[in-house]
């Protein structure tokens, strides 16, 4: 099984809202990623978790708050975004954290920020 | 600092011709490199990667591409396309100082015109 699967597909919400996204994978993955990913842009790293500790914060604003609560599973809980938020939302995972090993991409969660 | 060139933004191409989407990297280190594509609304699917040895490499669905030391390349190919082919095209690389970071090219959109 190579999936990384992600729920919900599509999320609406409001700017006083709190959401969770969801992605989980059963490879045995030791790192798992969130990407926040505009339209005709290449993703852009939020996110890492190394054997379920968080190894990279790329200066997130805290209205984004990444959680790992076991090694299958990786949460982003979403609390007054702004509309410049809306994005596609990937989670990747790959066996380990070091550079020469390919990560694997769920299909995202299409979120719009009302 | 690391970086990715894909030096298209776009490639219009017709069915059955021939396609090279071309990719320049920049590093002072050894770096493992690797071609995703992007459907529309779906996440990113591994093509290729190279990580050490052969220098010509082959993925899925037919596409090949070719690390140049020298030239600091790894333009991917494939030497029939199909309609099924149009989609994103990114270009990635990480190395043993980047950690788990993956760096992408901007992109290019691959289109395939019957």
């Known amino acids: 099984d190579t999936e990384v699967t992600q729920t919900p597909k599509h999320l609406v919400m409001g700017m006083t809202n709190k959401k969770s996204l969801k992605c989980e994978q059963h490879?045995?993955?030791?790192?798992m990623y969130w990407y926040k990913q505009k339209a005709k842009k290449p993703p852009e790293l939020m996110f890492v978790?190394?054997?379920?500790?968080?190894?990279i914060n790329e200066s997130v604003p805290s209205r984004f708050s990444p959680e790992c609560p076991n090694s299958s599973l990786l949460n982003l809980h979403l609390h007054a975004l702004q509309p410049e938020d809306s994005a596609l939302y990937l989670c990747?995972?790959?066996?380990?954290?070091?550079?020469?090993?390919?990560?694997?991409f769920g299909p995202g969660t299409r979120l719009t920020v009302t | 600092a690391q970086s990715v060139t894909q030096l298209d933004s776009q490639v219009p191409v017709f069915e059955e011709a021939p396609v090279e989407l071309r990719c320049n990297y920049s590093?002072?280190?050894?770096?493992?490199l690797f071609w995703y594509v992007q459907y529309p609304n779906q996440g990113l699917q591994l093509l290729l990667k190279?990580?050490?040895?052969?220098?010509l490499v082959k993925g899925i669905n037919g596409f090949e591409a070719e690390f140049n030391k020298s030239q600091t390349s790894f333009h991917l190919r494939k030497p029939s396309v199909h309609i099924s082919d149009t989609a994103e095209y990114f270009c990635?690389?990480?190395?043993?100082?980047?950690?788990?970071?993956?760096?992408f090219g901007e992109g290019t959109q691959l289109t395939v015109n019957p």
């Open positions: 990747a995972s790959k066996s380990r954290a070091g550079p020469g090993y390919e990560q694997y």
């Open positions: 490879m045995g993955h030791r790192a």
């Open positions: 978790y190394s054997y379920e500790k968080l190894s």
């Open positions: 590093s002072s280190v050894s770096v493992y």
């Open positions: 190279y990580l050490s040895g052969s220098t």
């Open positions: 990635a690389a990480s190395k043993e100082t980047s950690g788990s970071r993956l760096t």
